[in-house]
């Protein structure tokens, strides 16, 4: 494991690694953000305010998803403590992305739909912020064969996995996907014909299946039932984003409509009649 950049590469500094890779894919993210942006002609200034809302929500949310994980509340960190240096979810962290631009979005009246504009940003930061999970947290369960990250005994400590063991490389899973769904959101979805804001849409809820899937291996705190935390929260919102899907499909939301076409001009119409004449 390598908690700073330090331990990965010896004339680095020691910043904390998985802020690193946290602030790297926040930084493509905001690449992708203006290239879009710009691509599709958005020139209102209030489309800030909405940036603002996604990364303070994100912040926020990101802590509080995971503050009570125990139905003690004594055992439990303080508001101040989860806020300080509780543990983060990233599912959390998208729910409150969302809710953060919503909010902005009332607060300073802003009327359009913005998730085509957030959706390869976010997969690409989800993407590169893996890595960081993948070099300071606990890989996944074990695999039960030969193939795996197999961790030392301090590292093995350090993340409470077992040592000498096989371990499902999940986070490599993950920063597989979300290349996958960046590549596809990038080079082919934000140029076909669907309704706006709804590429967030399809590729949240093929994270969430993913997500539930990859729980089983991922070596997480089994909640209720054998599933996971994470697992019982999809499990919840899943039927509701599916649900609206469906919806969006069969009443033919889903697809884009078609653009209006140009009406001829005053000298067009001029030579149309002298060619009828």
């Not at 994270?207 to 599933?227: P, Q, S, T």
Request: proline letters at 6%; one cysteine or more.
């Amino acid at each position: 494991m390598f908690p700073t950049l330090q331990d990965l590469v010896r004339w680095l500094p020691p910043i904390d690694t998985h802020s690193f890779f946290v602030a790297l894919g926040m930084l493509a993210a905001g690449i992708v953000f203006l290239v879009e942006k710009r691509r599709r002609g958005v020139t209102d200034h209030r489309i800030w305010y909405l940036v603002l809302g996604s990364l303070a929500g994100a912040s926020i949310l990101a802590r509080l998803g995971t503050w009570a994980q125990h139905l003690d509340p004594t055992k439990n960190l303080s508001l101040m403590e989860q806020l300080s240096y509780g543990n983060a979810s990233m599912l959390s962290a998208l729910v409150g992305a969302w809710l953060g631009v919503h909010v902005a979005k009332r607060v300073v009246r802003y009327p359009y739909r913005t998730g085509d504009l957030f959706a390869p940003a976010v997969a690409l930061a989800m993407a590169i912020g893996r890595i960081g999970c993948l070099l300071t947290e606990k890989p996944g369960t074990p695999t039960g064969s030969g193939w795996g990250i197999v961790l030392d005994a301090d590292a093995a400590a350090y993340t409470g996995s077992a040592a000498g063991v096989p371990l499902h490389p999940s986070f490599v899973y993950e920063i597989a996907f979300h290349l996958v769904a960046f590549a596809l959101l990038w080079f082919w979805l934000r140029h076909r014909q669907i309704a706006p804001g709804e590429t967030l849409t399809l590729y949240i809820a093929a994270y969430g299946v993913f997500r539930f899937l990859v729980e089983f291996v991922r070596g997480n705190e089994i909640a209720w039932m054998g599933l996971t935390r994470p697992q019982l929260f999809l499990l919840a919102t899943l039927p509701l984003l599916f649900a609206r899907i469906v919806w969006m499909i069969r009443t033919d939301r889903f697809r884009a409509a078609a653009p209006a076409p140009a009406l001829p001009s005053q000298q067009e119409r001029t030579a149309s009649r002298e060619q009828h004449a």
